[in-house]
């Protein structure tokens, strides 16, 4: 699972070095490519809470009135996982409108600092070893 998460972090980072780049180009139209690329983000990020909504949904398909711990706990499960999410989210997504905001109005070092924070954590990836089974270490 971490590795997983790993080339979702590093494919995220690409796509937001080339929407940056994007936007430099059509600066006017800088908060189009930025908002497709938030929504999309957003969507892949909140894909585990869709068997948990699954779930209920099919809870209260079957039993049109289920016992009231399970729709709770259910309702609170999803809860807890909304939560964080919608917080990370909305402080992810004021960033990269702030980049699109000056990149709008000509100040491009917002722009600046966020490339260069893509670009460190792209070669720090690059950099990092890969781990290997124990067979490939002898």
Same mark, same amino acid.
């Given at each position: 699972?971490?590795? /997983? @998460?790993? *080339?979702?972090?590093? #494919?995220? %980072?690409?796509?937001? /070095?080339?929407?940056?780049? !994007?936007?430099?180009?059509?600066?006017?139209? =800088?908060?189009?490519?930025?908002?497709?690329?938030?929504?999309? %983000?957003?969507?892949?990020? =909140?894909?585990? $809470? /869709?068997?948990?909504?699954?779930?209920?949904?099919?809870?209260?398909?079957?039993?049109?009135?289920?016992?009231?711990?399970?729709? @709770?706990?259910?309702?609170? @499960?999803?809860?807890? +996982?909304? @939560?964080?999410?919608?917080? $990370?989210?909305?402080? &992810?997504?004021? *960033?990269? &409108?702030?980049?699109? +905001?000056?990149?709008? !109005?000509?100040?491009?070092? #917002? =722009?600046?600092?966020?490339?260069? !924070?893509?670009?460190?954590?792209?070669? /720090? !990836? =690059?950099?990092?070893?890969?781990?290997?089974?124990?067979?490939?270490?002898?």
């Amino acid at each position: 699972m971490k590795k /997983l @998460l790993s *080339k979702l972090h590093r #494919v995220r %980072w690409h796509s937001e /070095l080339h929407v940056l780049h !994007f936007s430099r180009k059509l600066w006017l139209l =800088a908060p189009m490519p930025i908002f497709l690329m938030i929504i999309f %983000w957003c969507f892949v990020y =909140a894909l585990p $809470i /869709l068997p948990v909504s699954i779930f209920s949904i099919l809870i209260v398909e079957q039993d049109p009135q289920p016992p009231s711990w399970l729709f @709770l706990s259910v309702t609170l @499960l999803q809860m807890l +996982i909304a @939560l964080p999410a919608t917080i $990370i989210g909305f402080v &992810y997504m004021t *960033k990269w &409108y702030m980049v699109a +905001i000056g990149l709008m !109005f000509g100040k491009t070092q #917002v =722009a600046d600092k966020k490339e260069a !924070f893509l670009r460190e954590k792209l070669n /720090l !990836f =690059a950099i990092s070893p890969t781990p290997q089974s124990p067979s490939h270490r002898a």
